[in-house]
Structures are given as C-alpha cells and as structure tokens.
C-alpha cells in the first residue's frame, strides 16, 4: 500500500480556502501599530495592505475586531505582506469571519454605533 502525501504549497501559497474581508485592521510590531487593509484571511494566515511594509520574518500582532493573533509576516511585495499564523484560527473565528463577510453593512454598523455609544460613555481618546 502507498501512502501519497498532498503537495506541500510554494512558501507563501495557499493551502485552504480564504475569505475575503477588505476591512480596516491595525498590526502591531516591536514598536509601533499600525492601521492596515485585511484583504484576505484563512485560518492559517492573511494577507494585507500596509505601508511600509514589514521585513519577512517580522513576529506581528494582527488585530481585527476583537480578534488578536500572532504571526509572521512570510512575504511581501510594494504595500502587501503575507502573514502566517503561529496557531490557526478557531472555528469560530472562522465562522465569525464569514459572517462580516456576509453581513458587510450591518458589521458596519455595528462597530460605527459601539464606537459612538463608547465615546458617549467616556470611553473615546
């Protein structure tokens, strides 16, 4: 009997399925945080717009919503970086993701209201 192993992806490839989000996000490095573009996420890994661009093999923070996860950034080209989780998403992450996707204006909404009624109770900067 022969066990066929799948095919490994080119550093950087895809190896499961993304969604993509194209929402506001901020990364955090050694010494600063920075506001970025998650154009796309799967449960190991993302790929943003953000400028500069971090070195490959930076260890990041990727924040998005209430999600907060630790990666490194595996490429990158002009304003784009590949991010590779240290541990892949949850399901329910995943689940979450997908419906921001599908629910684009009222996930809108909502963070636009919980921002206003933050800073209505004392909670904005």
């Not at 997908?98 to 921002?115: K, P, Q, S």
């Amino acid at each position: 009997m022969t066990i066929h192993n799948p095919p490994r992806p080119a550093l950087g490839g895809r190896l499961f399925n993304r969604l993509r989000l194209g929402a506001a996000a901020s990364l955090e490095l050694i010494h600063q945080r920075r506001a970025c573009l998650l154009d796309d996420i799967s449960s190991t890994g993302a790929r943003l717009r953000i400028d500069p661009a971090p070195a490959n093999g930076a260890m990041v923070l990727l924040h998005f919503h209430e999600l907060k996860v630790y990666a490194r950034v595996i490429w990158s080209k002009s304003n784009e970086v590949g991010l590779q989780f240290e541990q892949p998403l949850a399901l329910e992450d995943m689940q979450g993701m997908l419906w921001i996707t599908n629910n684009r204006d009222l996930y809108e909404r909502i963070c636009r209201d919980g921002h206003a009624q933050d800073w209505a109770d004392g909670f904005g900067a």
